[in-house]
T-cell receptor, first 118, second 115 residues
Framework: GAVVSQHPSRVICKSGTSVKIECRSL??????MFWYRQFPKQSLMLMAT?????????EQGVEKDKFLINHASLTLSTLTVTSAHPEDSSFYIC??????????????FGEGSRLTVL | AQKITQTQPGMFVQEKEAVTLDCTYD???????LFWYKQPSSGEMIFLIY??????QNATEGRYSLNFQKARKSANLVISASQLGDSAMYFC????????????FGIGTKLQVIP
């Protein structure tokens, strides 16, 4: 299947700093990528839909100035958590849809990034 | 709006036995897709199986099969011949009528395979 790479897998930062997480589709082009957040023992909650060359679409309740998303190319989307606070500590996971798999809508996921804000 | 319901927070199964993980869904779309993903303790999401709403046959992928009952709006995952490596969280998910629409996930079922 298609490969999505996410980096870093783990990051620990001090409160008030910003953290950038990268999501790359390695062997396919992804016009759309999705960023999810997962709290311990809970499901994946969609944060935003990242569209190549345009602004991201954020879900209700997600602060777009807090979680900056950039989708500069067909293979890269980044999520920047700005001025991180301990309540931002979570597992962030990106996913992408292969344009060639549009009929099924199958999502390919990155490995996830565990953010801990001290 | 789409909704996925998984009512089994946790399940146990004996190694080599079969297990069924329940999933019901609700949508107003005529065309939709259903997925099952596996999430081991390491965190990555692994795609297991897909069922389109117009597919007449139940999807199968190796030891995984999807028991699709459209009238009941259920899409249960059946794992045959369970292995210890099957211990993980399992998420049922669905997408709407158009392929690029967002995918909605259920809350998951934790499966533990007992030796």
């Amino acid at each position: 299947g298609a490969v999505v790479s996410q980096h870093p897998s783990r990051v620990i930062c001090k409160s008030g700093t910003s953290v950038k997480i990268e999501c790359r589709s390695l062997d396919f082009q992804a016009t759309t990528m999705f960023w999810y957040r997962q709290f311990p023992k809970q499901s994946l909650m969609l944060m935003a839909t990242s569209n190549e060359g345009s602004k991201a679409t954020y879900e209700q309740g997600v602060e777009k100035d807090k979680f900056l998303i950039n989708h500069a190319s067909l293979t890269l989307s980044t999520l920047t958590v700005t001025s991180a606070h301990p309540e931002d500590s979570s597992f962030y996971i990106c996913s992408a849809r292969d344009r060639g798999a549009a009929n099924t809508g199958e999502l390919f996921f990155g490995e996830g990034s565990r953010l801990t804000v001290l | 709006a789409q909704k996925i319901t998984q009512t089994q927070p946790g399940m146990f199964v004996q190694e080599k036995e079969a297990v069924t993980l329940d999933c019901t869904y609700d949508t107003s779309d005529q065309s939709y897709g259903l997925f099952w993903y596996k999430q081991p303790s390491s965190g990555e999401m692994i795609f297991l199986i897909y069922q389109g709403s117009y597919d007449e046959q139940n999807a199968t992928e190796g030891r995984y099969s999807l028991n699709f009952q459209k009238a009941r709006k259920s899409a249960n995952l059946v794992i045959s011949a369970s292995q210890l490596g099957d211990s993980a969280m399992y998420f049922c998910a669905m997408r709407g009528e158009r392929g690029y629409q967002k995918v909605t996930f259920g809350i998951g079922t934790k499966l533990q395979v007992i030796p």
